[in-house]
Nanobody
Framework: EVQLVESGGGLVQPGGSLRLSCAAS????????MSWVRQAPGKGLEWVSA????????SYADSVKGRFTISRDNAKNTLYLQMNSLKPEDTAVYYC?????????WGQGTQVTVSS
């Protein structure tokens, strides 16, 4: 059974930093491309960032480029999202996502709130 468990969210002031983690199990993590997706209050899902299975290729939404860094530790089956220079508009529930063929798997999400 695929399991994705996000952690690391919280309340942070504008300009602050957070690092999100996603612990993965139930599949061969080192063979899977992974993504982070977020949902702001009252809005739809927004893709944030993706990383290939080996970690050597990453991509970012324009809204977070230069501020967020996606990474992974395949030995620990863990995906990360380092978020710097946070803005109030980054407030959202952040989800890690595995898409495999026609199936998509999600964690429970972790809340990030950026506010003074």
């Amino acid at each position: 059974e695929v399991q994705l468990v996000e952690s690391g969210g919280g309340l942070v002031q504008p300009g602050g930093s957070l690092r999100l983690s996603c612990a993965a199990s139930g599949f061969t993590f080192s063979s899977a491309a992974m993504s982070w997706v977020r949902q702001a209050p009252g809005k739809g899902l927004e893709w944030v960032s993706a990383i290939n299975s080996g970690g050597g290729s990453t991509s970012y939404a324009d809204s977070v480029k230069g501020r967020f860094t996606i990474s992974r530790d395949n030995a620990k089956n863990t995906l990360y999202l380092q978020m710097n220079s946070l803005k109030p508009e980054d407030t959202a529930v952040y989800y890690c996502n595995l898409s495999s063929g026609s199936r998509s798997y999600w964690g429970q999400g972790t809340q990030v709130t950026v506010s003074s």
